[in-house]
């Protein structure tokens, strides 16, 4: 008996829309960050999640309405089982002031959609260049750093400069929409590139791992 041929359209189709059901299955703890409204793919959030699985700090510029806050807080709150009991700083204006639908105040979302990891995160609101010192205040240390905020090849830069301090050795920095935003290519390009040890990326997320200091 012959088989039957399924064309590849088709089955790209069924793939797509079935692996929302299989990251579920797979990553249950990750429901509620698969739920929030974001740019972020889910595959994006699951790597989110398997870089701060051993992070007891972790900074992101850019929060929106709380889907990468949240991949931060499961791994968190997994890690609160074994006795350590990490902080999450969330810097934003909360203003949609880097988003491309325009502005309003994302405030009363981000808390919402949080409200499961209240205990592990730090809100700074502000602009990212401006609230260095407030982030100081609370930690000398970040174990991961997220930038996805001004995408800007001079904000882009900005952050990073601003942000590098905190990274020791072993710390790890990721950046999102490098797969098109060219000053984000730039930055990691020039700056960032040269002082990771390792580095991988998803089609539009690139992380490096810290070899050095700057």
């Known amino acids: 008996m ?4 399924i ?18 299955v797979r990553y249950p703890r990750l429901i509620t960050a698969f739920r929030v409204e974001s740019h972020l793919t ?12 051993n992070s007891n700090s972790v900074a992101e510029i850019g ?9 931060f807080g499961v791994a968190m709150k997994h890690r609160e089982m074994g006795g350590a009991v990490g902080r999450i700083y969330c810097i934003d204006t909360w203003e949609n002031h880097a988003m491309t639908e325009g502005s309003r105040d994302t405030w009363r979302d981000f808390t919402a959609n949080t409200t499961n990891y209240h ?3 730090v809100p700074i609101r502000g602009f990212s260049t401006d609230v260095v010192e407030d982030v100081a205040s609370h930690t000398r240390s970040l174990d991961l750093v997220f930038i996805d905020g001004d995408h800007s090849y001079e904000g882009v830069k900005a952050d990073w400069s601003a942000y590098k301090r905190f990274l020791k050795p072993g710390a790890i920095v990721v950046f999102h929409d490098w797969g098109w935003a060219e000053g984000v290519q730039r930055v990691i390009r020039e700056d960032v590139a040269p002082v990771v040890s390792s580095s991988d990326s998803l089609p539009n997320m690139w992380w490096g791992r810290i070899a050095q200091r700057s």
């Open 2 to 5: 012959s088989r039957v041929r």
């Open 7 to 24: 064309p590849t359209k088709i089955q790209n189709y069924v793939v797509r829309k079935a692996k929302p059901y299989w990251l579920c």
């Open 42 to 53: 889910l595959d994006e959030r699951v790597k989110l999640y398997e870089l701060s699985k």
């Open 63 to 71: 929060s929106y309405i709380g889907a990468s806050a949240c991949c």
């Open 119 to 121: 205990d592990y995160i």
